[in-house]
């Protein structure tokens, strides 16, 4: 393994704050991020996607990633047939070797692993993490009728040495795409071989901010604003407006301003009413009848009528975006003008404003939206008060710390783990945060009086809630709590806050800055006492399996049920054990 490798890795795992665990291990996970980074462009859990182990079937890496999201669980496939009403599918696998050579033999092995994970009676033994995979894939593939085109397949054979035109290799990737092709499940197969060039250049993609470059030529400048650089009113072509939306392996970037709402299907009469204008004999009336698109950047270097813009975000137009991707194959549609505003600057107030002044067509309405800006807005803000341990960083914005290397992307909260640990830690439901976000999003917080992300609620439990799990996650990657007590992280996180406050936080003290502080510093007081914080988790776990629930079935976890023994055996325990003692 060349020098570089090495140092790439190296700050791989002091992002991730991860220990070594041998070359071999390391160059495993080094190769699983750079690739799954490139095909999902959001965060996610590396050990999840991580299987490389004993009866791993020749798998390394695993990604099963439906309408845009990384899958975890049926009931996520569930959600989207719901509410999208389509399944769109990737699968993506990846094998890599920390020696230097393209070993056919062994690329030859990974195939038939890839094969045998398709198969309907499997003849090689499966981890468990392979099997839950198996399990992911099988209903999804139930669901077929739902699929607007087969899934894709994705293979990515990974070694440090150099790619060649070795005919042996060449033999083995187009048999194992021709044989991949003849089972009729996918639309379309890649195998694609990576040597160190190629890894070094895909983890060094996911340190740069997001950049694209198209032609703007039926444009007119915009007056000078305050606050404002530049800023550019038109009619872009489709064929322009999807290098803005789809990265170049056509999946669709993470360029949706505050990422609370994602897309609302077709079942949405606003996406449906869009669609049915593409659909129509004159998809030109598009122009008209859409309110377009407002992208907001924070660098544009122009050269003549190609623009290149830099770390931006499409601050409206989330809806109308998704259901333009739904058709980007389209070749007829590429000539749609789609109506575009284009606004350089970096100001927060000004992005706020015009996100809160341009979404009209959404079903929220104005006055949730603003407070819900408004909110993020000044819960980012409280975050960078916390220094010392505790520092963590409120990702408000898709990607906005991914080009700063001083922050270490595990103490990022994303929006969506802050709803998942605030909603287990202080509403006491974890079994229903298993489930896709987007549905805590619609019950809790797109409602008249939301019980997450109040305009009325102090910032420190959602602190409290973010760095709670910040240490749950810390000691699942130091291997103090075992991989297995993954399924029931939320849970624990229930279970620890109960330990130091075993009575629920009313809603109505959740305004009181005098009663959240009494409430939540006793718990930030142990969680910045490493030895505490570790002696309270694993009694969380000595919870879970006194309760007697079965941690490995997803199912149950999802139950209310589940959430009432794990409660029950808390209470038993809280009756005999005095921690901290």
């Given amino acids: 393994m060349d020098r570089i490798i090495k140092h790439l890795i190296a700050d791989l795992l002091d992002c991730l704050e991860l220990n070594s665990e041998g070359e071999s291990t390391d160059f495993e996970k080094f190769a699983n991020f750079g690739i799954i980074s490139k095909e999902y462009s959001k965060t996610y859990d590396l050990d999840l996607i991580t299987v490389g182990s004993g009866d791993d079937t020749g798998i390394d890496g695993l990604a099963i990633i439906v309408n845009g999201q990384l899958i975890e669980s049926v009931d996520e496939i569930d959600f989207f047939i719901e509410n999208n009403n389509y399944l769109e599918a990737t699968y993506v696998f990846v094998q890599s070797k920390s020696s230097a050579s393209f070993n056919s033999g062994e690329m030859n092995t990974f195939f038939f692993g890839v094969k045998d994970f398709f198969s309907e009676k499997p003849k090689l033994r499966r981890n468990k993490d392979i099997q839950d995979f198996a399990d992911i894939s099988d209903y999804l593939l139930s669901k077929a009728s739902h699929f607007r085109e087969n899934p894709t397949c994705k293979l990515y054979y990974v070694t440090t040495g150099t790619l060649n035109d070795d005919q042996n290799m060449k033999a083995v990737i187009e048999t194992a795409e021709n044989e991949l092709v003849s089972t009729n499940l996918f639309s379309k197969v890649s195998f694609t071989p990576l040597g160190a060039n190629e890894i070094a250049k895909m983890y060094r993609e996911t340190k740069s901010s997001i950049t694209a470059s198209f032609l703007f030529t039926d444009k007119v400048t915009l007056p000078d604003l305050p606050g404002i650089q530049e800023a550019y009113y038109g009619i872009l072509p489709f064929r322009e407006f999807k290098k803005l939306l789809v990265d170049e392996n ?111 067509q959404t079903a929220i309405k104005r006055e949730q939206l603003k407070a819900m800006t408004d909110f993020q807005k000044n819960l980012e803000h409280y975050y960078n008060t916390i220094e010392g341990d505790g520092r963590l960083y409120y990702e408000r914005r898709a990607g906005q710390y991914q080009s700063d290397s001083s922050v270490i992307r595990t103490r990022i909260m994303t929006i969506q783990t802050q709803i998942k640990a605030f909603s287990a830690i202080f509403i006491e439901n974890p079994h229903r945060v298993t489930s896709y976000f987007g549905t805590i999003v619609k019950q809790n917080i797109e409602v008249d009086n939301p019980t997450i992300f109040n305009p009325k609620h102090k910032f420190i439990p959602y602190y409290v809630s973010g760095l709670t799990f910040y240490r749950l996650d810390s000691l699942f990657r130091a291997r103090v709590i075992p991989p297995k007590y993954k399924k029931v992280k939320f849970y624990l996180l229930m279970l620890f806050r109960m330990m130091v406050q075993p009575e629920p936080l009313p809603l109505e003290h959740f305004n009181s800055p005098r009663k959240t502080d009494q409430y939540c510093n006793p718990i930030v007081n142990i969680l910045n006492d490493k030895n505490r914080t570790t002696e309270y988790f694993q009694a969380t776990i000595q919870i879970v399996d006194q309760s007697g629930i079965d941690s490995e079935d997803k199912q149950s976890l999802k139950q209310a049920n589940t959430v009432r023994k794990v409660i029950k055996a808390f209470k038993n325990f809280q009756k005999q054990t005095v921690l901290g003692a």
Avoid: H, M, W
């Fill in 250 to 360: 056509e999946n669709l970037r993470n360029v949706f301003y505050d990422n609370v709402r994602d897309f609302q299907g077709f079942r949405n009469p606003v996406n449906k009413t869009i669609a049915n204008t593409l659909e129509n004999v004159n998809p030109e009336l598009f122009t008209v009848l859409n309110n377009g698109v407002t992208i907001v950047a924070s660098a544009l270097k122009p050269s003549g009528n190609r623009f290149t813009i830099t770390d931006y975000q499409i601050v409206n137009g989330c809806q109308t975006s998704n259901v333009l991707f739904s058709y980007a194959d389209l070749q007829e549609l590429d000539d749609l003008k789609i109506p575009l505003k284009l606004i350089i600057t970096d100001n927060d107030e000004v992005k706020n404003s015009i996100t809160i002044a341009t979404n009209s």
